[in-house]
């Protein structure tokens, strides 16, 4: 309960002269939990796919850890997901009459960059950090956003009563994981430059969640035009970042040596895509801010 009503708070401080009884009206609140609920339900099992997909043996013999070739392309998880994700935006989108964004090429750009850093980082984090190790570095999303924002001196201005919600809801994810039972398959090999990336990947969310407020604020994209824009860049430079590491070679010898991986890789998309409707969907109707919270907070049911 305590904090189902730090979310509500930030909820209410998000809108600078706005009552807690007028921003919790029947519709607002509907929309939040619209938001939560799409968020929850394709997150929650996409972490479970996701560390599946980096830690089975797609061989289907069932060998022993370190005995069998991991899946270690955190770009291919992307890839897929920008390509499904962009096809639907621009369905959508051109079914509506849509054919050009709202924002210029620079913000374009600049969101797709963070969303590439921040994806792939952490999926490729997981070559190299067990999954609990990852999950809770992450859950200091909040508060990168928070530090991002004050540092490259956004014009969204965050409450101090913000900054302390961003900071306990953190710590108590944070308290959670550590003391928690162990997961089953939380025993990998975590090593310092798998820590050096989850951090990149925050950098990277800390900047995609203060830029996209800025950007809201200047040219109010739509959702389906903000998921199409970002996923188109963000494939694109998926994909020139697979090519120029020579990782894309050792990923299509992959899939023909374990088919079976493909259909992980799919199943990963097509969550990825309805969870990327949703976030769009709280970004148009709260903020990036908020958003972090309702992804952060997920972390306590995966």
């Known amino acids: 309960h305590k904090s189902k009503s730090l979310i509500f708070c930030f909820v209410c401080k998000n809108n600078k002269g706005t009552k807690m009884s007028n921003q919790l009206e029947t519709p607002k609140a509907i929309k939040f939990l619209i938001a939560v609920g799409g968020i929850y339900i394709s997150y929650i099992y996409f972490g479970l796919v996701m560390e599946r997909l980096f830690n089975q043996d797609y061989s289907g013999k069932n060998r022993p850890k370190g005995t069998f070739q991991k899946f270690t392309f955190g770009f291919a998880t992307s890839l897929f997901q920008n390509l499904f994700s962009f096809l639907v935006a621009m369905g959508v989108n051109r079914y509506k009459g849509f054919t050009k964004s709202a924002m210029d090429l620079k913000s374009e750009l600049l969101l797709a960059s963070c969303n590439f850093g921040s994806v792939v980082l952490a999926s490729q984090a997981l070559a190299y950090v067990s999954f609990p190790i990852q999950a809770l570095m992450k859950s200091s ?5 928070l530090i991002v924002s004050f540092l490259v001196g956004t014009k969204a201005k965050h409450t101090n009563s913000q900054y302390f919600c961003g900071f306990i809801i953190t710590a108590g994810i944070v308290i959670f994981n550590l003391t928690g039972k162990k997961k089953h398959g939380g025993d ?20 995609l ?94």
């Open 188 to 207: 990998g090999e975590t090593t310092i430059f798998g820590l050096i990336v989850i951090l990149g990947s925050l950098f990277c969310d800390g900047l």
């Open 141 to 145: 999303k909040i508060i990168s956003i």
């Open 209 to 302: 969640g203060t830029r996209q407020g800025d950007i809201k604020k200047k040219y109010n994209p739509s959702a389906w035009d903000q998921m199409e824009s970002l996923n188109k860049w963000a494939g694109i430079l998926c994909f020139t970042f697979a090519v120029v590491s020579f990782q894309f070679g050792e990923f299509i010898q992959f899939i023909r040596d374990y088919p079976a991986v493909i259909s992980d890789l799919i199943i990963l998309a097509i969550l990825g895509t309805f969870g990327q409707v949703f976030i769009f969907y709280t970004i148009f109707n709260f903020s990036p801010l908020i958003l972090s919270i309702i992804t952060t907070t997920r972390k306590f049911f995966t």
